[in-house]
């Protein structure tokens, strides 16, 4: 068997924890912030883990999960 390649753009995106979870960053921290309480961008600011219904799909971009970190 070959082979696989991992999806960079996907190894950029997510970082994998120790015991396998995936997280992610939270969407809305690009721009636009002066309008914004403190509060909220603290939320933001922190990442999160994803949805289990996304799992299998970023697992497929990420072959060698269990070696990044």
């Given at each position: 068997?070959?082979?696989l ?45 994803i949805?289990?219904?996304?799992f ?5 971009e ?8």
């Amino acid at each position: 068997m070959p082979k696989l390649k991992t999806h960079r753009s996907g190894a950029k995106r997510y970082k994998v924890t120790a015991s396998g979870k995936i997280l992610r960053r939270k969407a809305g921290i690009g721009h636009l912030l002066q309008h914004k309480d403190g509060s909220r961008k603290r939320k933001i600011f922190k990442m999160c883990e994803i949805s289990g219904t996304h799992f299998k799909l970023i697992s497929k971009e990420l072959p060698y999960k269990k070696y990044s970190r």
